[in-house]
């Protein structure tokens, strides 16, 4: 069986840094989430907590017992 030698998930590229975010991680779900429209996505409480920019979200875990 050949190894992967490759990233294990997706390279995310933000300002200033780029950052591996796992496949398996819930994160990996914030560009659906994203894309959705601001009223669709509101109608979710937790929502109203996160950030419309997904960097935020993305840099820090502060946001990860809602994610």
Avoid at 23 to 46: H, I, N
Avoid at 47 to 64: H, I
Wanted: with cysteine; proline share 10%; charged share 30%.
């Amino acid at each position: 069986m050949d190894k992967q030698t490759g990233p294990k998930g997706f390279l995310v590229v933000l300002p200033g840094e780029i950052i591996e975010m796992p496949q398996d991680s819930d994160k990996s779900w914030l560009t659906l989430f994203y894309s959705l429209p601001r009223e669709l996505a509101e109608k979710w409480k937790p929502a109203y907590e996160l950030p419309r920019c997904p960097y935020e979200v993305l840099r820090t875990d502060k946001y990860n017992h809602i994610v």
